[in-house]
């Protein structure tokens, strides 16, 4: 129970409980459960955050923050151990099943948090232009949003097939080199999957609005 320590540890420690619980066991783990795993009181966590709905609030932007550390050190060594894919180190599992967690419980917290993700995938696409890391896209803002749409939802698809893996045990299969998607992954960012421009050139001369990026991207 609640240790006497200061409110601000207190708070801390109910935030890492509650994304630990909500990951694990999904958004509807008790306020008892959350509060057990902090040491606290379930009182305690009604005095800092009022309602369940206001702690995961906070346990989204907590974990979407924490994320962004993960992929702002991923732009720097995109290289190393894959994790300018997805970052394998620390309590990324934790993070990586609470988002895939939030987006699936649909409605619009999910909305918010995806519109979040994009916010932070904006902030690291920027700097990946500005290095070289990636070419540019005649609609970045729409490439943000398939980006989030199609790696969350694949990651999505491969938990919900797998559901009684602990974080750890999923991150582990999905960022395997074995694992089957992660060569067509790297081949589909890398080299594309049409061999001529003809659908795009379509595309494009039908639109007739769509900007051009500042360098050949094909």
């Known amino acids: 129970m609640d240790t006497g320590e200061p409110d601000v540890t207190a708070r801390d ?11 694990r066991h999904g958004f509807d783990a008790p306020v008892r459960t959350i509060a057990a795993a902090a040491d606290v009181s ?3 966590i009604t005095h800092h955050f009022g309602s369940k709905d206001a702690l995961r609030a906070e346990c989204d932007t907590t974990v979407i923050a924490r994320y962004r550390t993960f992929k702002d050190d991923a732009v720097e ?3 190393e151990s894959l994790r300018g894919l997805f970052p394998d180190m620390g309590d990324a599992p934790v993070l990586v099943v609470y988002m895939i967690r939030a ?28 290095t070289g890391l990636v070419r540019p896209s005649r609609d970045e803002e729409a490439r943000l949003r398939t980006i ?23 991150v582990a299969r999905v960022m395997s080199p074995t694992h089957e998607t992660l ?13 001529t421009s003809d659908l795009l050139d ?17």
């Open 42 to 44: 379930p009182g305690l």
């Open 148 to 170: 989030v749409t199609q790696s969350m939802g694949g990651l999505l698809v491969e938990f919900m097939t797998d559901p009684g893996a602990s974080p750890e045990e999923f």
């Open 202 to 218: 379509t595309y494009l001369s039908l639109q007739g609005t769509i900007p051009t990026p500042e360098t050949d991207i094909r």
């Open 103 to 130: 987006l699936g419980t649909g409605g619009a917290p999910a909305r918010v948090f995806r519109d979040q993700l994009v916010d932070q995938l904006r902030v690291v696409m920027t700097h990946s232009l500005a």
């Open 183 to 195: 060569l067509p992954l790297l081949e589909l960012y890398t080299e594309g999957l049409f061999a």
């Open 13 to 23: 420690r109910i935030l890492d409980a509650a994304i630990d619980c909500f990951a």
């Open 77 to 79: 060594t995109p290289s």
